[in-house]
């Protein structure tokens, strides 16, 4: 992976393709582009480092399936707002938003109650707004 400005990424726009033996299909999967915001890297250095490495693999996966990675690892809060769900001794969500070809994590917490709380919601909110 390379860092450049704000933006991690591996792979910008990158489609692989693989034959499906099974299905007699070709498969495509196309890469997005994962743009980090300063709190959410920071956020996840702040963890340990074995929800370090979930965190990451949940992110590899996000940025591999895009739109099609599906629950247990995302959800949809509110309209354009998912959140990642990184699961383990501590559970993780990262908040995040499709804007224009790329993924833009917004807002990365540790849950500790069933319901999202408010000012967590609030802050994704908030960067969402700072996009536009």
């Known amino acids: ?8 990424f591996t792979a910008k726009s990158a489609i692989s393709r693989k034959w499906c033996k099974k299905s007699s299909q070709l498969l495509l999967t196309c890469f997005m582009e994962i743009r980090i915001e300063d709190n959410v890297e920071n956020f996840i250095k702040t963890l340990p480092e074995l929800t370090t490495a979930k965190a990451l693999r949940t992110i590899n996966l996000l940025e591999k399936f895009g739109h099609e990675l599906r629950y247990p690892h995302t959800k949809k809060v509110k309209n354009n707002i998912f959140e990642l769900r990184i699961r383990g001794q501590q559970e993780v ?4 938003t499709f804007y224009k070809k790329e993924i833009v994590l917004l807002h990365g917490f540790v849950k500790k109650s069933q319901k999202i709380p408010k000012h967590e919601l609030g802050c994704a909110i908030k960067q969402l707004r700072s996009l536009t």
Do not use: A, C, E, K
Not at 1 to 8: A, C, D, K, S, Y
Not at 93 to 96: D, G, L, P, V
């Open 1 to 8: 992976m390379r860092r450049r400005g704000r933006r991690l």
């Open 93 to 96: 969500r990262i908040f995040y």
